[in-house]
Every structure is written in structure tokens, then in C-alpha cells.
């Protein structure tokens, strides 16, 4: 497999009779890398995830994960997956859970013993050991599937919305189990509704809107210079406004208040300047860096939710 990407897709398509839910998926992530997967509802993000698991076959297209087709059985042991809507055995106890997914690993059981009880202090869950799953919650139950996850020790894990449920701690828990995975080396294919973790952990990100990849983008790259700017003033008018378009995009009034965005601070003084030579009487002007949901707004439109 060499120095091949995690995963790497060519047109890969998929199409359910006269629906072509997803189009033309080209992508690298590169190993060690925490890479986001965003788009509202129906957009493709699930489909795709289980084309890169083979678990349905794609229509057109081709792609590997390490350097391997996806249909190679033997690059499953390689991968770790939670899926969003997971049905766990919930007469089973969370360590004999663990157990079930080891043994399916072929894990020899004296070193899966240790490795569950590890798994069950990172989740914080190994005070629950010996309670069975139907009694947990949904918190519990999204933090014991991050442990199946992760038992074998993957080079890759897909991440299908693994914050769902989870409070603000287990939110931040999964947070830094995501970067300590990537820092000893694993790839993170993360899919999430909460784009505020996404915008503090994965190091790219790529949009898809109705089964296409509209953009692929470093987080730097992405944030670089991009700026939204509140004006509280008086004496601006229609014309004004206008000539304001010439440094300045999505222009609009947000209650009473002048909004635009702005690449880089060095346009404020010009801006300001402009609008006091034209008699306008500033009171403020606050530029704010804009947010992961500002930019994804604007990338998909704004289309549904996530």
C-alpha cells in the first residue's frame, strides 16, 4: 500500500433508478489527516460513507482506501466505523459488547481484556461495565459505539455524526479522543452536525450539495482574511450602500444595522474613510471573523439542514 492516500475516490456515483444521489465523487484524504464531510440532509453524505465501506456498490466510478480497491475484503480490519443510527445488542453488558466486536476481530482474548478496559476509562463509561445496553442512554450508547469504533485499532475511522446525543462534556470528550487519534497517526473521516467541533478539529473540509462536492478546503485556507463587518451608522443611503460594493459583499441590513464581508482588515480604513468624506456619521464598525455555519451557508445556499 506504499505511501498511497486513506481514501482516495475518481467519479465515484451512485444512482437509485432515476435518482443520482451521489455525482462524480473525487476526493483524497491524506493519512493522519482530520478530514469533514458537510452537507444538509439528502445532499449524498451517507451514501457516500457506505460506498467507501462497500457496503453498497457503486453505479460508476472507482476508489481505495489505502491503495486498496474498495471491495477488498481484507482492508476492512483496517477500519473503524460508527455509524449514525446504530442498533447495538442491548441485551448484552458494554463489556461483553466489546467482547462480541474483539472476538469478530480475532483479537486474541487476553489482550482484548485489556484493551476493552481501556476503551471503557477513555469513554468514561467503565463504572457502566456490567450494565446492559438497553439501559443506557443515548449519550452512553454514542460513547460505547466510539469504543467499537476504535477497538482494533484502526488506521481509519468514518465518523458518522458521533456527537449526536452527547452534552457539552461528551461532545468535548469525543473532541479529544478525535485529536489524540490523529496525533498518533490515524485518519479521521468525520461527518457532523455540529460545525462548530468540526471547525475546531478537522484540518479540511468538503461540501456536498445534492450528491456533489461543490468545495474542498483547508480550514486555514477557508477562514483566511474572510471577515464580516457590522456598521452602526446614520445618514447612509441607497447610493451610498451601493458604492460601498466596490470593497464589500453580501451587503444587507440586519436590524438597522449595516452588514457586509470584507477579505482582510486593511480595507477598513478606506472604508471608513469613504463613508466620512460622503457625510455619514459612523458610530461603530466591527469586523468579526466569519464562522464555519457562515461559510457553509454560503457555500450550499442555505439548502435544508445538515
Known amino acids: 500500500m506504499g505511501s498511497a492516500p486513506a481514501i482516495q475516490t475518481v467519479n465515484l456515483s451512485k444512482q437509485y433508478g432515476d435518482k443520482l444521489a451521489?455525482?462524480?465523487?473525487s476526493l483524497s484524504v491524506?493519512?493522519?489527516?482530520?478530514?469533514?464531510?458537510?452537507?444538509?440532509?439528502?445532499?449524498?453524505?451517507?451514501?457516500?460513507?457506505?460506498?467507501?465501506?462497500?457496503?453498497?456498490?457503486?453505479?460508476?466510478?472507482?476508489?481505495?482506501?489505502f491503495g486498496v480497491p474498495l471491495d477488498d475484503v481484507?482492508?476492512?480490519?483496517?477500519?473503524?466505523?460508527?455509524p449514525e443510527h446504530f442498533r447495538f445488542h442491548g441485551?448484552?453488558?458494554?463489556?461483553?459488547?466489546?467482547?462480541?466486536?474483539?472476538?469478530?476481530?480475532?483479537?486474541?482474548?487476553?489482550?482484548?481484556?485489556?484493551?476493552?478496559?481501556e476503551l471503557l476509562d477513555l469513554v468514561g463509561l467503565s463504572e457502566h461495565a456490567n450494565k446492559k445496553l438497553n439501559a443506557f442512554s443515548k449519550g452512553m450508547l454514542q460513547r460505547i459505539g466510539l469504543a467499537q469504533s476504535i477497538l482494533n485499532n484502526p488506521e481509519l475511522v468514518i465518523l458518522d455524526e458521533p456527537t449526536s446525543g452527547l452534552d457539552p462534556v461528551g461532545r468535548r470528550?469525543?473532541?479529544?479522543?478525535?485529536?489524540?487519534?490523529?496525533?498518533?497517526g490515524t485518519t479521521i473521516f468525520?461527518?457532523?452536525?455540529?460545525?462548530?467541533?468540526?471547525?475546531v478539529t478537522c484540518n479540511r473540509v468538503a461540501f456536498i450539495k445534492q450528491g456533489e462536492i461543490v468545495n474542498i478546503s483547508s480550514l486555514d485556507n477557508l477562514f483566511e482574511g474572510m471577515l464580516r463587518v457590522e456598521l452602526k451608522a446614520d445618514k447612509l443611503n441607497s447610493e451610498i450602500i451601493s458604492g460601498l460594493?466596490?470593497?464589500?459583499?453580501?451587503?444587507?441590513?440586519?436590524?438597522?444595522?449595516?452588514?457586509?464581508?470584507?477579505?482582510?482588515?486593511?480595507?477598513?480604513?478606506?472604508?471608513?474613510?469613504?463613508?466620512?468624506?460622503?457625510?455619514?456619521?459612523?458610530?461603530?464598525?466591527?469586523?468579526?471573523?466569519?464562522?464555519?455555519?457562515?461559510?457553509?451557508?454560503?457555500?450550499?445556499?442555505?439548502?435544508?439542514?445538515?
Open 74 to 82: 481484507n482492508i476492512r480490519s483496517k477500519i473503524g466505523f460508527l
Open 245 to 306: 460594493s466596490q470593497w464589500c459583499t453580501e451587503l444587507q441590513v440586519v436590524d438597522g444595522h449595516l452588514t457586509f464581508q470584507i477579505i482582510g482588515e486593511s480595507k477598513l480604513p478606506v472604508i471608513t474613510r469613504y463613508l466620512v468624506e460622503n457625510n455619514v456619521e459612523v458610530y461603530s464598525l466591527q469586523p468579526q471573523q466569519l464562522s464555519l455555519e457562515d461559510l457553509f451557508i454560503q457555500i450550499v445556499g442555505g439548502e435544508g439542514e445538515l
Open 22 to 25: 451521489v455525482k462524480d465523487l
Open 30 to 65: 491524506e493519512r493522519g489527516e482530520v478530514f469533514g464531510f458537510l452537507g444538509p440532509n439528502g445532499a449524498g453524505k451517507t451514501t457516500s460513507v457506505k460506498m467507501l465501506l462497500n457496503l453498497i456498490a457503486p453505479t460508476s466510478g472507482e476508489g481505495r482506501l
Open 190 to 199: 468525520l461527518n457532523s452536525h455540529f460545525l462548530s467541533e468540526v471547525e
Open 173 to 184: 470528550l469525543v473532541r479529544d479522543i478525535i485529536k489524540d487519534l490523529s496525533q498518533r
Open 91 to 117: 441485551w448484552l453488558r458494554a463489556n461483553e459488547f466489546l467482547l462480541v466486536h474483539a472476538d469478530l476481530f480475532g483479537i486474541p482474548r487476553d489482550v482484548s481484556k485489556a484493551r476493552i478496559q
